[in-house]
């Protein structure tokens, strides 16, 4: 029987509490998928979003409802009716609010509890950007927001190691450890989370993850879009901070941890935990960076900058089960396809007794297990068969699972809704402690403080042609696309 979204257990009544409310995150993510979540019944029972905003231009109730409805039809993933509708928008209020000027917030947030029938559990979201995070935790602390609440909050977590350790020093001087959670929304897709089933629930593979017989593994994640008029963000934060640490990492904690005792929140969270500590500080000179052309004509970023929308490195997991494997990871922005890939390449065997046509072979790519992270996500195997006739000849093939093929997908969350609706029942499992966070940093630190020079690559290309010796003698599996 397959489990379906609809079938999990809805949260305890809740008020939800949304800065930044009018953003793009919230517009394009965060509402649409509170929706969802709402028609798929998975929603409390009784829950309020009080939106908030800087009183600048900000909507009134009427006209934050209006433009909920908006964000439904154009990025929504579900029929946006009158039926639904209805009692999604009778849940829905705004406060135009300051960290200066509070009371509008604390007003609408009273009322809404007092709807809701008393003191219910808080769930704060914080979508704004990095240098209000500490300003408005100080304003939860002074109010009194911060009780019985959780708090969500988005990446960047800090820009290095010292930010890294005054933003978790301003967090915990409000709320415990228990009550933060750190979103990545690449730990929430369903395939991500199928690479713990797919090597944990299956003896055929778990034996062979390991140096013994995996000879490297690839994290690729290339994008087609160019910063789109995000030049504020990205001249302060890079390819490298805004992707790497932040997302290629944690998911590298999800490939290669230890077997946990369980599937739960601490056991997880150990298990990525050990995988970063044996991560080896980042080699600048294993390491590109680029940039790609007409960067520097983007509206707002600086004349002559130096910001990278490229990185690819290689890096190694000193411990016994990944000794001598190498790690390699690339990810930037105008490239030639938009992906999220995993790829492992198993050591090839003797084949002394084929007659071999071996840049056939090359080109055939056997010897990969690809795990095809965007949604809804593949898994194939690529190796070689005999070929029909009469002669012993080989030829490439794949083995492919898809989960559109598999399971009913009707209900299949997105990955910030599923995170969200994990934070709702105060589920730790996809989210990284501090400690987690500020070894990240540290593992980063010498490729923050000695930068390779951006090279630069062509729009649609897939980045600057040096990369290629990075992984040398292996190759890059993508632009090869497999089954997938």
């Not at 915990?172 to 991500?192: N, P, T, W, Y």
């Not at 990205?234 to 005792?261: K, N």
């Not at 997880?268 to 052309?293: H, K, M, N, S, W």
């Amino acid at each position: 029987m397959t489990t379906t979204a609809a079938s999990a257990s809805p949260p305890d009544d809740q008020l939800l509490i949304l800065f930044g409310a009018t953003g793009d995150l919230a517009k394009r993510k965060l509402l649409p998928g509170l929706f969802h979540l709402a028609v798929a019944g998975m929603m409390p029972a009784r829950y309020r979003i009080v939106g908030s905003g800087r009183p600048e231009g900000a909507p009134d109730a009427d006209g934050f409802r209006s433009q909920v409805r908006t964000a439904l039809a154009e990025f929504g993933r579900r029929e946006l009716s009158d039926e639904n509708w209805r009692p999604f928008a009778r849940s829905l209020s705004f406060a135009a609010a300051s960290t200066e000027q509070p009371q509008s917030l604390l007003d609408a947030v009273a009322q809404a509890e007092h709807e809701l029938g008393g003191e219910v559990q808080r769930l704060i979201y914080l979508a704004v950007p990095p240098d209000a995070f500490a300003p408005i935790v100080e304003l939860l602390g002074a109010s009194g927001l911060s009780e019985r609440a959780r708090l969500i909050i988005e990446k960047p977590f800090g820009h290095d190691l010292a930010s890294a350790r005054t933003l978790n020093k301003t967090l915990h001087s409000v709320f415990a450890e228990e009550q933060l959670f750190r979103i990545d929304h690449f730990l929430g897709k369903e395939a991500v989370q199928n690479i713990l089933a797919f090597r944990f629930a299956n003896g055929l593979f778990e034996p062979v993850w390991n140096r013994r017989h995996v000879d490297y593994v690839q994290i690729d994640v290339p994008e087609q879009l160019t910063i789109e008029g995000r030049a504020s963000f990205f001249e302060q934060t890079g390819t490298f901070r805004d992707m790497v640490v932040t997302h290629l990492l944690h998911l590298l904690g999800f490939i290669a941890m230890e077997p946990p005792d369980r599937l739960d929140a601490r056991s997880l969270r150990d298990a990525t935990a050990r995988v970063f500590e044996a991560i080896e500080p980042l080699d600048p000179g294993r390491a590109a960076f680029g940039q790609y052309d007409g960067y520097r004509a983007e509206p707002g970023v600086a004349t002559g900058s130096s910001v990278e929308t490229f990185a690819a490195l290689e890096l190694h997991v000193n411990n016994k089960r990944w000794d001598g494997v190498p790690f390699q990871l690339r990810t930037g922005k105008a490239l030639a396809e938009s992906r999220h890939t995993v790829t492992l390449g198993f050591k090839e065997p003797v084949r002394a007794m084929f007659e071999l046509d071996e840049t056939a072979i090359a080109a055939a790519h056997p010897d990969e297990l690809t795990f095809e992270l965007s949604d809804p996500g593949a898994i194939w195997v690529d190796f070689l068969a005999k070929k029909p006739g009469a002669e012993m000849s080989l030829g490439a093939a794949s083995l492919t699972f898809r989960y559109g093929d598999s399971f009913d997908v009707a209900n299949e969350l997105e990955a910030y809704e599923r995170l969200i609706h994990d934070c709702m029942l105060g589920d730790h499992t996809l989210f990284t402690r501090a400690d987690g966070i500020e070894r990240l940093w540290e593992i980063a630190a010498p490729l923050l403080e000695q930068p390779p020079t951006p090279l630069p690559y062509a729009q649609g290309s897939w980045g600057p042609e040096a990369i290629d010796q990075l992984v040398a003698p292996n190759r890059w599996h993508l632009p090869y696309s497999g089954s997938g």
